[in-house]
């Protein structure tokens, strides 16, 4: 099993794309499990920069060149692990295929951790960052001491997306793309919701719900699921959840907004918004399961200080008599974008909202097309970008932003959203609508940086340009 420590010689594991947000806790989990773990990626990062720093060492591109299959004098990778966008073609997978060095998929190798531990697995379309964090923290109150692997950066765990526990829990944020978590071997299942999401991949809505009820059939025998009454396509697969359950011992569990506890959780919850709301159900369900006092559970959820990139607040900027709050949000798919801004107008009821988002891989804005064009109605002013493309998964497609912002003007003419062509004219575009009339003696507003690409590296120099304040 690959997390055993103190192998003599000591192991050695090579990582392409190591600057992914979940390949990267693998590597720092191996790297803490005395294994000599090194890697590479496309571009640096602030993930390379700090496994850099952490003595993992990370080479920026993939040419073979510089690849250096050795370790040390007369020693070679025990494995290479690859994330999902590497493809056979890539220069260093195709010379470790030449040197017969095992080559593993990030999920299979997640995988083989997955059975160590007693695991629970979160995932769902949209939720599972949130979700997985809310239950963390939950675990950590209560003394539980559990093993972490999260998609994103949490305070809670020193701005790390991994904590290394002692106990015999895992709690994993399990993903959904490319059905990488038919991989895991879950103790405890849950899920938040289903989706057209990742339909690259997918083709059909059939598929995606096949993948889900594959994952709940990976669920150990006697173990336990987590389930959103809510969601109206996980609610429609209960018969066959049913069948499952009844086939593997499980014991079943829906949670809903309109439990009777849904009150005293919201009025606990740091967070806010529906979606928020539910994520925290689905944690306090777990800690009821795992025994855990109402009362820690409430204070954990109370205590959860956000994630990096999920309405993340960065700071304010002034125009005028105008102070503008500046949040990081991950939101990429248009079920995220409702709720999310849903959440920001719970949160300043009187304060104008603005949005600037970046598409995130061509084929999603292109499948999701027509629900992209209704994703902003909550908000007062929207810039949309170009798309970022994804290494290894976009190709052209046949509709861009510009695009999308023609057909949001023609279904609502009176709407003020824009194309942006460069998104670091975005200081420039602020400042021209904060001088309208829309913001006369507007003393707040709200600017939220929204995608999934690499947006979120403006928000740092719209902040320096201008009278920063946090």
């Known amino acids: 099993m690959i997390s055993q420590k103190n192998h003599s010689p000591q192991r050695s594991a090579y990582f392409i794309g190591i600057g992914g947000i979940g390949i990267s806790y693998l590597a720092r989990y191996l790297a803490d499990k005395g294994w000599r773990v090194s890697g590479s990626d496309a571009q640096r990062s602030s993930i390379t920069n700090e496994l850099n ?41 195709k010379a470790a295929h030449k040197a017969n060095i095992p080559l593993i998929p990030y999920a299979e190798a997640l995988g083989e951790i997955t059975q160590q531990y007693e695991t629970i697995a979160i995932t769902g379309s949209h939720g599972k960052s949130t979700t997985t964090a809310l239950s963390a923290v939950t675990l950590i109150r209560a003394k539980l001491d559990p093993t972490v692997f999260v998609g994103t950066k949490l305070p809670d765990l020193g701005g790390r997306n991994i904590r290394i526990g002692k106990s015999k829990w895992l709690v994993l944020e399990a993903d959904d793309y490319q059905a990488a978590f038919l991989s895991y071997s879950p103790s405890i299942a849950i899920v938040t919701n289903i989706d057209r999401e990742h339909m690259d991949f997918y083709k059909t809505f059939v598929n995606v719900k096949r993948a889900f009820l594959g994952f709940l059939a990976r669920t150990r025998q006697g173990g336990t699921l987590i389930l959103n009454r809510d969601d109206a396509p996980l609610w429609s697969l209960r018969a066959k959840i049913t ?60 205590s ?76 007062d002013v929207v810039w949309i970008s ?10 052209d497609a046949r509709l861009d932003s510009a695009a999308l912002v023609r057909a949001i003007q023609k279904r609502s003419p009176a709407r003020l959203v824009f194309y942006l062509e460069d998104l670091k004219r975005l200081g420039i575009a602020l400042k021209e609508i904060i001088a309208t009339p829309l913001f006369r003696n507007q003393k707040q507003a709200v600017l939220v940086m929204m995608g999934a690409g690499n947006i979120v590296g403006q928000t740092d120099g719209l902040l320096l340009k201008h009278n920063y304040k946090k």
């Open 243 to 302: 069948v499952l359950a009844k086939k593997n011992a499980l014991t079943v569990i829906w949670y809903s907004r309109t439990d009777a506890v849904a009150a005293r959780v919201k009025k606990h919850l740091s967070l806010s918004g529906p979606h928020n709301l539910s994520n925290a159900l689905a944690a306090y369900a777990l800690g009821r399961r795992l025994n855990i006092p109402q009362t820690k559970i409430l204070a954990a959820l109370h």
């Open 386 to 395: 170009p798309i970022y493309k994804v290494a290894g998964r976009d190709e």
């Open 53 to 93: 720093k952490e003595g993992i060492k990370v080479k920026i591109g993939h040419s073979k060149a510089d690849f250096g299959l050795k370790t040390a004098p007369g020693e070679v990778f025990d494995r290479i692990i690859y994330n999902r966008a590497i493809r056979p073609d890539n220069p260093e997978f």
């Open 304 to 379: 959860y200080r956000g994630a990096w990139r999920r309405m993340e607040y960065r700071g304010d900027v002034k125009m005028g008599v105008t102070s503008v709050k500046i949040f990081d949000d991950y939101a990429h798919h248009p079920s995220e974008i409702k709720a999310t801004i849903a959440a920001f107008r719970e949160k300043f009821p009187h304060a104008p909202l603005l949005v600037a988002f970046q598409p995130h891989q061509a084929r999603r804005l292109e499948v999701l097309f027509k629900e992209f064009q209704g994703a902003f109605d909550g908000a």
